[in-house]
């Protein structure tokens, strides 16, 4: 069954902002590495940020550093991902994903549990 369910996507204009969230249980959100990635059309899925558990380590692919924002909502057991000064080339299907390992990358072959995606068109 799916353990992570993003939501948030949309149609936003360049320059706007939007937010993805990303819910899963308990056990899933606890995995050492929560990451997103996204997939643009006829290209294969690049990974743009991931956060540690403890929340104090995060990491961002060169595309999206200084304009996206990776955060835990722990209350809630919730990824977010803060979509800052979009572009068109930002458009594509996000998905969330996480995995167990010491060691967090932006190589999605590594990722364990992924959500069905949620769509981000920017114009």
């Known amino acids: 069954h799916v353990q992570l369910v993003e939501s948030g996507g949309g149609s936003v204009q360049a320059g706007g902002s939007l937010r993805l969230s990303c819910a899963s249980s308990?056990?899933?959100?606890?995995?050492?590495?929560l990451g997103w990635f996204r997939q643009a059309p006829g290209k294969e899925r690049e990974g743009i940020a991931y956060?540690?558990?403890?929340?104090?380590?995060?990491y961002y692919a060169d595309s999206v550093k200084g304009r996206f924002t990776i955060s835990r909502d722990n209350s809630l057991s919730r990824l977010l991902l803060r979509m800052s000064s979009p572009k068109p080339e930002d458009t594509g299907m996000y998905f969330c994903?996480?995995?167990?390992?010491?060691?967090?990358?932006?190589?999605?072959?590594?990722?364990?549990?992924w959500g069905q995606g949620t769509q981000v068109t920017v114009s």
């Open positions: 308990r056990y899933i959100y606890s995995r050492n590495c």
């Open positions: 994903a996480a995995r167990d390992g010491n060691s967090c990358s932006l190589e999605r072959n590594e990722y364990n549990y």
């Open positions: 956060i540690y558990s403890s929340g104090d380590s995060t």
